[in-house]
Structures are given as C-alpha cells and as structure tokens.
C-alpha cells in the first residue's frame, strides 16, 4: 500500500507566512501597510504585491528616527507611531493614498504597537481601514504614561511634539 504525503511550503513549516490570511489581503488589490515590530525597533513598509513577487514602494525603520533626533526608546508606543507617521508621508510621496494593515503573525491586540503605527499612517493621510476602539488613547501616544515615571517628565512629551513636526516636512 502507497501512501502519498504532501510537504507544506518551506515558509509555512517555519511558521513565517499564513498562506491563507496572505491570499485575502492580497485579494484586496491594495497596497499592504506592513508593520512589524521587534523588541528593539519597529518597521513599517507599503508593499505591493507582483507575480515575480512584493514590491517595497516606501518604508520606515525606528532607526531613522534617530536621525530626526529622537533619543528615547525606539521600541515604545510614541516611537511605533512617529514611525507610522513618517512611513506614511513617505507613501504620500510616492502617490499611495490607501493601503490594508497586515500585522502578519503577530495577534493583534488593542491598544498596541502595531495599531500606533497605524494610527501615525492614518494621520499621514493614508486611507487604512480600522476601527476606533483598537487605536491606543492618545495620552499614551503621547508618551504621558512614560512620563509619568520617568525623571525627563515633559521631555518625551516635548521632543515627541518637535518630531511630529520634523516628520510632517519629511516626503
């Protein structure tokens, strides 16, 4: 007796790609906000799919910024934003002007990193899909909740405001 057994696809073996919520975002024909944190950064990408594969039309490390003069975490909720914000301007640069969140593996809860990305993408200008009550309250945006036990009390605040700024004359 012959059984037959089929091998999944490299990528699903490795845990690294649900192959059934990637064909529904991709079935959208929208530009993906792809937004992936890790502990020491945040990444948030426009990707466009292709038959030779996904295009990167614009995107945005915490790492930059740095550059603009962001000194504090760059894993915290008020840097995923500043990092959201910045994508999207970028984005509205290139001429995208909506997209579809894809958080990939990660669950997807309220008032996270992932959603303060896409609360800085949404005030970009870019056309997201969402629902109000996931979005992070502004207070924490802000980085008050970071303050509130911090020595540099206002400073986070301030320096969150002066980027925000920055960020808004970046294309």
Request: hydrophobic share 35%.
């Amino acid at each position: 007796m012959k059984t037959n057994f089929n091998v999944q696809k490299r990528r699903k073996r490795e845990g690294k790609t649900n192959y059934k919520k990637r064909i529904r975002l991709l079935m959208s024909n929208k530009t993906r906000l792809v937004v992936r944190p890790s502990n020491a950064n945040m990444l948030v990408q426009f990707v466009s799919f292709d038959q030779k594969g996904d295009n990167t039309l614009a995107s945005a490390s915490s790492k930059e910024l740095e550059k603009l003069g962001w000194k504090f975490s760059k894993s915290s909720l008020p840097a995923a934003y500043l990092t959201g914000l910045l994508a999207g301007h970028k984005a509205k640069g290139k001429g995208i002007s909506e997209a579809v969140l894809d958080v990939g593996l990660r669950s997807p809860v309220k008032g996270s990193r992932i959603f303060a990305c896409l609360k800085g993408a949404v005030d970009a200008g870019i056309d997201v899909p969402y629902s109000e009550e996931i979005l992070p309250s502004e207070d924490r945006i802000k980085g008050k909740h970071i303050a509130n036990y911090r020595k540099e009390k206002a400073e986070i605040v301030k320096a969150f405001e002066e980027l925000k700024i920055k960020i808004a004359k970046v294309k």
